[in-house]
Structure formats: C-alpha cells, structure tokens
C-alpha cells in the first residue's frame, strides 16, 4: 500500500475514493453508423460487375495470348540462337505437312472456284458487253477477296487442326512438361516454327489457288465462246487490272492469313486445361480459326 491509496490507514481522511474502471461498462453498444449510398449501391451491383468482368475477361483472354504470342513470335525469330535444331527440324516438317497435306485440296477447291467464279464472270460480262471490265472483277472479287478465305479454310482444315490436336495431346499426356524438364521451350520448339511454316505454306497455296483457279476458268470460258482471246492475253489482262496496292495486299493476305491460323491453333492447343478433350478443343479451335481468318480479311477490306 501506498500513502497515495485510499484504502491504506495512512490515506487523509476524507480522500475520495476512485472505482477501479469497468471494461465491460466502457464499451457501449453505439449503432455503426449506416454506409453511404454510393457504398451500398456499389454492394448491390458487386456481383453483377464481377460476373460482367469474369464474362469480358474470358471472352477476350484468346485475344490479348494471340496478340502477345504474336509479338513473341516476331521478336524470337530474329534472334539467330533461336533457330536451333530441333526448331529447324520442327519447322520443317510442318510445312513440308502443310505444303504437301493441303496441295490437292487447293488444286481441286481452285478448280471448283474457276468453274464457277471466272466462267460465270467472263460469260455475263461478255453477254452485257463489258468484256474488257473482266480482268478488274476477277482480281476484286476472286483474287483478293475468296481465294484468301478458301485458302485459310483448307490450311485450318487440314492443318490447323492436327497441329491443335498434337499439342493438346502433348500439353494432356505431359510431353510438354518434360520438354520444360530438358530445358525446351515449347514456346520456341512448337509455336514458333509452325507460326512461320503455316505463313510460307499460306502463301504458296494461295498463289497456287490463284493460278489453277484462274487457268481452269479460263479453259471452261473459252471453250464456250465467252472468251476469245489467248490464255496470254487473258493473264495480260488480269494482271494489268491490278493496282500497285494489289501486288502488296493480295501476298500479304496470304501471309496473314497462314500466320494468324497456325498461331491460332498452337496457341489453343498450348492452353489446354485438364478439363478439356479432344472433343471440347477441336469445335473451340475451328470456331477461333474462322473468326481469324474473318478478321484478317475484314481489317484489309477496311484499310484498302
């Protein structure tokens, strides 16, 4: 005891005693005070933005991985340490499958499209007597416009979708993990190789597809009388028809086009969950190739 407390015998008398305090009396039950509305509103529509975020965040997550995997593509195949072995040897199987898996198809898609397209073009236009307009009409129309389609579609067909299905598996079966236990980047030993064997094999078909289609449209048109000029003639006219912006456009969809599909289909089958099956992954990658091969022919429809 201390003289300073009130209950020791030496405290002066009449000291006023102070009660220890009660914690249980300090704290009083005092109503929080209401949120604002800004802040209850923004509670009441939390869900629904998430669920809208979620939903927008899903639907453009291909978009933003092909933009960067393009970029990536770019930028890593400049480097010379990039090009090894077994990227060489990757990218040459793929367009020697690319290439030769997709050649009849085009021959015979390019000789269905001449049959119709040229014949058809060169006929009504000689009957409505603007024969000379044939040249320009069958660059607008079938060169640069349907044969970059036709041709995305046989390369998606024949070889976008077995690129896909070969890395999806790989990516289940867990070959790609133990390429990454080698040291192998699949990025640069998958992507990138069969990005650049699609472009070069885009192009190669889609100046096939051009030629055949345009040959074989010109043998139907002549042989009924709709055209009677020589084949050398015929060529003379269709390339004269073309503009400056031709001769870069019409190869530069070609290249765009085999581009944007391989990417596209390595990229889905590189991002495959544990979820996915074949049966699930081949729809989504068909349906992604053909908006591609949309967009890109849209976006030089819009430009030129």
């Excluded at 009660?22 to 604002?36: E, I, K, L, W």
């Excluded at 933003?64 to 990227?87: D, F, H, Y």
């Excluded at 998606?156 to 390429?179: C, F, K, Q």
């Excluded at 060529?235 to 944007?260: E, R």
Aim: aromatic share 10%.
């Amino acid at each position: 005891m201390t003289p300073n407390d009130p209950t020791s015998p030496d405290a002066p008398a009449g000291a006023a005693t102070t009660p220890a305090p009660n914690p249980a009396a300090a704290t009083t039950d005092v109503p929080a005070a209401p949120p604002p509305p800004l802040v209850r509103l923004l509670l009441r529509v939390a869900p629904w933005l998430a669920a809208i975020g979620r939903f927008v965040r899903h639907q453009v997550r291909f978009t933003l991985m092909l933009v960067g995997a393009g970029w990536g593509t770019i930028r890593e195949s400049m480097r010379p340490n990039s090009w090894r072995r077994p990227v060489i040897f990757e990218f040459r199987h793929c367009l020697r499958q690319v290439v030769s898996g997709g050649l009849i198809s085009t021959v015979v898609t390019a000789t269905l499209a001449g049959l119709m397209v040229v014949s058809q073009a060169a006929y009504w236009l000689g009957f409505a007597g603007m024969a000379q307009m044939t040249g320009s009409i069958l660059v607008s129309v079938l060169v640069r416009e349907i044969t970059p389609i036709l041709v995305g579609i046989i390369l998606l067909g024949r070889s976008g979708m077995l690129s896909l299905t070969e890395i999806g598996l790989m990516v289940l079966n867990g070959e790609v993990r133990t390429m990454q236990a080698r040291g192998l980047d699949p990025f640069l030993t998958l992507v990138m190789p069969r990005a650049f064997a699609f472009t070069l094999g885009g192009f190669a078909l889609g100046m096939i597809f051009a030629l055949v289609s345009l040959l074989m449209g010109f043998f139907v048109a002549h042989s009924t009388g709709a055209i009677n000029s020589s084949v050398w003639t015929f060529f003379f006219n269709v390339l004269t028809a073309m503009t400056t912006w031709d001769y870069l456009v019409i190869p530069l969809k070609f290249l765009l086009v085999g581009f944007f599909v391989g990417l596209g289909a390595c990229i889905s089958g590189l991002t495959i969950s544990n979820n996915d099956t074949i049966a699930t992954l081949m729809p989504r990658g068909f349906a992604r190739g053909i908006m591609l091969i949309m967009v890109v022919n849209i976006l030089f429809m819009l430009d030129f």
